[in-house]
């Protein structure tokens, strides 16, 4: 069946940078039309689109937080990573990666929190 | 970017009532070349992540309560879920998957009156 983990911190300072990774089973990201997602949410507040990671190697991002996000992959090990630059607490939030098949996002992580403070 | 729109942002039910999410989208979201509306439906229940729940604006993901239906056409879509449940107190999300990049109404909170 298909899983997805994310893990990463809990805690990270202002102005750190933020690795986070989803770790997957039941899929692979070398199939055509398979993407990977980043998305997040502040606590009680709607759901945010990050980053996109197509099978081709493709990337998406949210325009708005291009310049601090990057994504890959490691199809070998089944892993997407995201990392996230000059963390602020308006970061704080559940960060969750999904599996993206034809546009829906079929499978979702649990989530990890992360929180911004020193 | 498609700008999706829900209203109300919340709603009170009684159980056993009928509950009714709109969305709306900034342009179609229709696809001509096969007369489908690329819009899905998400359920995220309190401290878990969001369900897939219905696509296509009316496919019912497996597994899914046939309380749940989905309509509308053009840029109107509509959430209905006919027998309100307690198990159903979550937080709605419509989408669209019809362009790059997918995005996602602010979400509707359903409670209990």
């Known amino acids: 069946q298909v899983t997805l983990r994310e893990s990463g911190p809990a805690l990270v300072k202002p102005t750190q940078t933020l690795t986070l990774t989803c770790t997957f089973s039941g899929f692979s990201l070398s199939t055509s039309g398979m993407c990977v997602i980043w998305l997040r949410q502040p606590p009680g507040k709607a759901l945010e689109r990050l980053a996109r990671?197509?099978?081709?190697?493709?990337?998406y991002y949210n325009t708005s937080l291009k310049t601090r996000l990057s994504i890959s992959k490691d199809t070998s090990k089944n892993q997407v990573i995201l990392t996230m630059t000059d963390m602020d607490p308006v970061d704080t939030g559940t960060y969750y990666c999904a599996r993206m098949k034809n546009g829906l996002m079929d499978y979702w992580g649990r989530g990890t929190l992360v929180t911004v403070s020193s | 970017d498609i700008v999706m729109t829900q209203s109300p942002d919340s709603l009170a039910v009684s159980l056993g009532e009928r509950a009714s999410i709109n969305c709306k989208s900034s342009q179609s979201v229709l696809d001509t070349s096969n007369n489908n509306h690329y819009l899905a439906w998400y359920q995220q229940k309190p401290g878990q992540p969001p369900k897939l729940l219905i696509y296509?604006?009316?496919i019912r993901e497996s597994g899914v309560p046939d309380r749940f239906s989905g309509s509308g056409s053009g840029t109107d879509f509509t959430l209905t879920i006919s027998s309100l449940q307690a198990e159903d107190v979550a937080v709605y999300y419509c989408q669209q998957y019809y362009s790059t990049p997918r995005t996602f109404g602010q979400g509707t909170t359903v409670e209990i009156k």
């Open positions: 296509w604006t009316s």
């Open positions: 990671i197509d099978w081709d190697d493709d990337k």
